[in-house]
């Protein structure tokens, strides 16, 4: 027992001085090196110079065996020589690793096919959701009634140099805007009232004749809430007085100056239907003038004394007469539709009253339009809250509200707006029972 137990006190002595001689190593150059190859491989055979600095034995570690190795002597400055001045300052080190700028994680997008176009979306760096902003590009059908041609002039045929032809425009009807209002999601509503002549009446307000009971007149107020591309609520607010007298004046006038077609070799066209009306005075019968004027007339007053002369032989009148029974039988419908379609034209989520077109050989006259949406989470109850705010005239409510009237028809939008409800209500077109 006593040998084993000198054996084991020699080995605790070796270990001891394995340990003190590790500990006395950690410091050393050649240590240090050794432990960042191991750290990383592909820094070993490297010498310290190669190493980053912040590796690198410093100056005073490199020094330290070559100042042991010297007698005290040589540590003294030599006989004639002076002593060496302040070494200049060394520039701050580099650090081991350039830092390099955290990169953001970018968004994608995605494009989902729908029946009316392409809608592109964004989904959020994350990944875990699609971004409320949308943006479509929804396709617009002549054949389904999306748009319609309004005459715009006279123009040179760029085909026929010489030759004008007429230049066409195109506008988006009621249809169109519902259409792009699956994007869109403008939200149409009818306020409970409607101010007519300073006095609160429900809405739509109509007045009707006291003997046939037609309609004469229809105010409409109406709102459409709905959010901006870049996600601002605003609220386009408004109001329609829909006189049927007027517009009948009105479809008569567009009559009395169409243009027929243009001959050979002449400047301009003749009028289309230059003995459907004239201007004139309640006491000026067409049948008296010099020349007389054929055909059987009635005097429409506009602005007394003036007024017009319509022969209702016409062909061209009989048609007015037709479109004025439509407004006499429905012209709170087709003063709705015409305000609706007036508040989609002008909230920024649609934001376009006109389409450039293109000829396709199938599907016939097209048109694509851009449409921004934006992601919502509001409730009826939340919508209705918006309507009394904007009704109210809320100075402090968060969207923007846009009021107005709607002032002007052109008479082919209302064409359109009677067409549509025609075809919405099965009514017979025009040489089915209508006139012709």
């Known amino acids: 027992m006593t040998e084993i137990n000198k054996a084991k006190e020699w080995a605790k002595g070796q270990l001891d001085q394995v340990a003190k001689a590790a500990e006395a190593r950690k410091g050393a150059p050649g240590e240090r090196a050794f432990t960042a190859a191991k750290a990383d491989p592909a820094k070993a055979g490297k010498s310290p110079a190669e190493l980053p600095d912040s590796e690198a034995p410093s100056q005073s570690d490199a020094a330290e065996p070559e100042e042991a190795a010297r007698p005290e002597t040589a540590a003294q400055p030599q006989a004639g020589k002076p002593e060496p001045g302040p070494q200049a300052p060394q520039p701050a080190p ?98 409970a009232w409607v101010i007519v002549d300073g006095i609160r009446q429900h809405n739509p307000h109509v007045e009707r004749d006291k003997q046939t009971r037609a309609i004469q007149s229809v105010t409409i107020h109406k709102m459409g809430i709905g959010f901006s591309p870049i996600g601002t609520m605003v609220v386009v607010d408004k109001t329609l007085f829909y006189n049927t007298y007027t517009y009948f004046i009105q479809s008569v006038q567009a009559k009395m100056k169409r243009k027929g077609k243009k001959p050979e070799g002449e400047e301009d066209a003749p009028l289309a239907n230059p003995n459907c009306a004239i201007y004139g005075q309640a006491d000026e019968n067409p049948k008296t003038m010099t020349p007389p004027r054929d055909g059987r007339w009635a005097f429409f007053p506009t602005e007394p004394p003036l007024g017009l002369w319509v022969n209702y032989d016409d062909a061209a009148i009989l048609d007015c007469m037709d479109e004025h029974t439509q407004r006499q039988r429905f012209g709170d419908r087709i003063a709705q539709r015409i305000v609706e379609r007036n508040i989609m034209k002008d909230h920024p989520a649609i934001g376009i009253g006109q389409v450039y077109t293109k000829k396709t050989t199938a599907q016939g006259d097209t048109a694509t339009v851009t449409i921004y949406g934006y992601r919502n989470e509001l409730r009826p109850p939340q919508i209705a809250e918006i309507l009394r705010q904007a009704e109210r005239g809320d100075q402090t409510a968060p969207f923007e509200v846009q009021t107005g009237t709607v002032d002007t028809i052109d008479p082919e939008e209302e064409a359109e707006a009677m067409k549509e409800i025609r075809e919405a209500g099965d009514e017979p077109e025009r040489g089915e029972g209508g006139a012709e």
């Not at 830092?99 to 875990?128: H, L």
């Not at 009807?173 to 999601?185: D, E, P, Q, R, S």
């Open 94 to 191: 580099r650090p081991a690793y350039p830092i390099q700028p955290a990169t953001a994680p970018k968004e994608r997008q995605i494009v989902m096919a729908v029946e009316f176009g392409k809608i592109y979306a964004r989904i959020d760096p994350s990944g875990n959701e699609i971004m409320r902003p949308l943006r479509a590009d929804v396709t617009l059908f002549k054949k389904l009634g999306h748009f319609y041609s309004i005459y715009a002039g006279r123009e040179k045929d760029p085909d026929n140099p010489g030759k004008w032809r007429d230049k066409m425009n195109s506008a988006i009807t009621a249809a169109g805007y519902t259409h792009l209002n699956k994007v869109a999601g403008i939200s149409l509503l009818t306020p």
